[in-house]
């Protein structure tokens, strides 16, 4: 936008001065169930057009709606992720409008007495900066209703389909307090939203399917003035569209109120080809949708025992998790954030950190970092060429652990080490064999190093003199050249040692 941002804080420099941001995130979330809010039909993405559709999601007349004991506890299991208050008493209510891709002619949400109260969410600006600063995000609620059914419009010849499969299908309503200030800001929030979902397993966080779609709220103001009047852009699904939908909106709205204009409240597009936000309609308010509360359904009331199972059944969190590799594991900031970024790879971490412990005599402590680091560079580095995700790796976790033990125990090199790991993706083979096969062992045998050695003093004369007369950054080039003559084989810390004797 060509608009400079002051070093720390995201400020738009306008003709007037500085403008501040203010962002707040309703965030759609499909629940995972098998089955939707109030029927028993199928949620499977990707089905043929209306093959997952019950008398209830179709409107039929008479259909009574019955609430899925799956989709409210997930919804309470994440709110209790998020430190918020669950509801035990709560109520569903009828929105009412009419559009094509809803038969039934109102949408059965939440509005007076939600789910999920008051909770809140960490960020950190930079995930890979252990040293960024936090930021609390209030969560105002969380409350529980229905999707609606999808539209698709043929141009040739000009014809409109629906397809109700994804109608009725349950979703978390999660709305944020305006407490989101730069773009930034409000994309580390959704990326933590995603982690913990995920982690939760009440969504799948597929931005791409449609799984999780923001409504973005924005405002301008002067810093540290008023609220201003806010715009709200509807259905953004991705994380980067988000971001750039926020920085035209905003700056869209200081241009506005600079040429003398008012904000008014309204629903907004993103274009994500012209990278712009169109207006779609003035803002509706609440009395608009005449909402009551639904007399088909009784209100929701949850006794403690459901609660109590609801807590018991929650994993461990990713910040729990990140705090305990630091300070249980002793692992750096940096690689505990990245092992717990997602649930996938902590999982894997730890699959491979016990086997290790296992079969390895090094302490956890020690096992667990050489774990996060192959982890983190070798594994990640080779599924990133490959095109592979995690869950699609050509390696397991317990076979990761033997290469590693492998390294641990002076069997192998870590430059052998990636050798074989090369031919492990390649064949499956497992590493000890590849090791024994290959005649890869490491040699510690002081005598055949020491004629090596001899013979690279021998060849490099001029580099030995340079060496002895100060040159000390030559002794790298020296281990380089032994380990060279050895095939990598030689024990990299008597190859030191007898060098430094050599040179002595
Ligand atoms: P509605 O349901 O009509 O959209 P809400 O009061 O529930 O209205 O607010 C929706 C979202 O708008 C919330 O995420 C809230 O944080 C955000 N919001 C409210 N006021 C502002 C503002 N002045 N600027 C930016 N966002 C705002
Ligand atoms: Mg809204």
């Given amino acids: ?35 939707k809010l109030f029927s028993g039909a199928a949620t499977a ?57 809803l038969p039934q002619g109102y949408q059965i949400s939440q509005l007076y007495h939600p789910l999920v109260g008051e909770g809140e969410i960490e960020i950190t600006l930079d995930e890979k900066d252990p040293d960024s600063a936090t930021k609390t995000i209030g969560i105002e609620r969380i409350h529980v209703e229905q999707d609606a059914g999808k539209l698709m419009h043929d141009q040739h010849p000009t014809r409109s389909y629906v397809d109700l499969n994804r109608s009725g299908v349950a979703l978390m309503e999660i709305v944020s307090r305006p407490d989101m200030r730069s ?21 799948d966080g597929n931005m791409e399917e449609g799984s999780m779609r923001a409504d973005v709220n924005v ?35 200081v241009d506005v109120l600079e040429a003398g204009g008012k ?12 990278m712009e936000t169109r207006s779609m309609r003035s803002k509706e308010d609440a009395h608009d949708y005449r909402y009551f509360p639904d007399p088909d359904l009784l209100p929701l009331e949850l006794d403690d025992a459901f609660l109590e199972e609801c807590r018991q059944s929650l994993p461990e969190l990713p910040d729990a998790k990140r705090k305990r590799y630091e300070e249980g594991l002793g692992l750096s900031a940096y690689n505990a954030a990245g092992l717990t970024a997602e649930a996938e790879t902590a999982r894997w971490f730890e699959a491979l950190l016990a086997e290790g412990a296992r079969i390895q005599k090094k302490s956890e402590g020690e096992v667990a970092k050489a774990s996060a680091n192959w982890l983190l ?47 492990m993706l390649e064949t499956g083979d497992a590493a000890g064999k590849i090791v024994e096969e290959k005649g890869l062992k490491q040699t510690s045998d002081t005598g055949a190093i020491e004629a090596v050695v001899a013979k690279v003093l021998a060849d490099n004369a001029d580099k030995v003199a340079q060496y ?15 380990m060279k003559a050895m095939q990598g084989k030689a024990n990299p810390q008597v190859v030191n040692e007898l060098l430094k004797k050599a040179l002595g």
């Avoid at 995130?25 to 089955?35: G, I």
């Avoid at 933590?192 to 397993?201: A, Q």
């Avoid at 904000?263 to 012209?274: A, G, H, N, S, Y």
Wanted: with cysteine; glycine share 10%.
């Fill in 219 to 253: 405002s301008v103001r002067k810093p540290g003035g008023e609220l201003g009047t806010r715009t709200e852009t509807k259905n953004v699904n991705s994380v980067r569209f988000v971001m750039a939908a926020i920085e035209m909106e905003a700056n869209r709205q």
């Fill in 45 to 101: 993405f990707g089905a043929e057009p209306n093959t997952q559709v019950s008398l209830v999601d179709a409107a039929m007349p008479g259909m009574l709606p019955v609430p899925n004991r799956e989709c409210i506890r997930q919804a309470v299991r994440t709110g209790m992720a998020i430190n918020a208050q669950i509801n035990k008493w709560s109520r569903f209510d009828r929105k009412n409008y009419f559009y094509a891709d």
């Fill in 183 to 203: 773009p930034a800001e409000a994309g580390a929030y959704l990326r933590k939203l995603r982690t913990i979902l995920r982690y939760v397993g009440s969504c």
């Fill in 1 to 35: 936008m060509g608009r400079a941002m002051t070093e720390s804080t995201y400020r738009i420099q306008g003709a007037t001065g500085d403008w501040e941001v203010v962002i707040g995130l309703e965030v759609h979330a499909q629940v995972v169930s098998k089955a």
């Fill in 263 to 274: 904000i008014v409240q309204e629903t907004r597009l993103f274009d994500p080809d012209k």
């Fill in 468 to 482: 002895k007369g100060g040159k000390e950054a030559l002794f790298g080039f020296f281990v380089g050249q032994t």
């Fill in 377 to 423: 560079s070798e594994l990640f580095g080779a599924l990133n060429r490959l095109g592979k995700s995690l869950d699609e790796s050509p390696v397991n976790p317990e076979q990761a652990a033997e290469l590693l033990a492998l390294v641990a125990d002076g069997t192998i090199s870590g430059t052998i080490a990636k050798q074989v790991f090369e031919i």
